[in-house]
């Protein structure tokens, strides 16, 4: 079964509001989690990599204030994209890397990903 | 850095068919190589891995073999169905990066 698990999978919001999306893993500890983004018929597009209790790493391009990435436990990282704009919809991916449970500690996993809508 | 090339899709084939998806690496010391499949409108899930030098890893009848030497992870499969059509993407993961590295998927086409 999964060991990721994504929240919402599709979220329409307004132009100008802010939305969050979760990121969890069930049963082990993410110590690295990973947002990406990807566009119709994309590949994946590495927004940030994030750590639990320090703050994000965000790539090249990224604008960190308006995609605000927390990862405050060990099995929680969210993704909130904050005043959206209809050219922030997209498809949201999280992964992540751990150890425990039912999980390798060199293999990721990914959640089922978030549509977001911007109307 | 780290890099994966994929080929080019999409590869389109007919039901009962061969397939091999051809994937190669560059890399930094012994990374761990991942085949991901994603079904339209749906995340990644993990196929198949090798974690090192000669491992083959298989599932549900894909098949990839990590060679050193020619730094390949190719996917093959000897019997496609209708319902393989996806997007596979090949990828590694090193932990001296600590960021998977993925190749930019290869979207396969199965006709009945």
């Known amino acids: 079964g999964a060991v990721v698990s994504q929240h919402p999978s599709r979220v329409i919001c307004k132009s100008g509001t802010s939305v969050k999306i979760e990121c969890r893993s069930l049963?082990?500890?993410?110590?690295?989690m990973f947002w990406y983004r990807q566009f119709p018929k994309q590949s994946l597009m590495l927004m940030a990599t994030s750590n639990e209790g320090s703050k994000a790493t965000y790539e090249q391009g990224v604008e960190k204030d308006k995609f605000l990435i927390n990862h405050a436990s060990l099995t929680l990282s969210t993704l909130t994209v904050t005043s959206a704009h209809p050219e922030d919809s997209s498809f949201y991916i999280c992964?992540?890397?751990?150890?425990?449970?039912?999980?390798?500690?060199?293999?990721?996993?990914f959640g089922e990903g978030s549509w977001l809508t911007v109307v | 850095g780290n890099s994966v090339t994929q080929m080019e899709g999409p590869v389109t084939l007919s039901e009962e068919a061969f397939l091999t998806i051809n994937c190669t690496y560059t890399a930094t010391g012994y990374p761990s190589l991942f085949w991901y499949v994603q079904y339209p409108g749906e995340g990644l899930q993990l196929l198949l891995k090798?974690?090192?030098?000669?491992d083959k890893g298989s599932n549900k009848g894909f098949e990839a073999t990590y060679r050193k030497e020619t730094t390949s992870f190719h996917l093959e499969k000897g019997s496609v169905q209708v319902s393989d059509s996806a997007v596979y993407f090949c990828?590694?993961?090193?932990?001296?990066?600590?960021?998977?590295?993925f190749g930019r998927g290869t979207s396969l086409i199965v006709h009945p």
């Open positions: 990828a590694l993961y090193s932990g001296g990066s600590y960021i998977p590295t």
């Open positions: 049963d082990f500890q993410a110590t690295t």
């Open positions: 090798a974690t090192k030098a000669d």
């Open positions: 992964s992540a890397i751990g150890q425990g449970g039912p999980v390798s500690g060199n293999t990721i996993y």
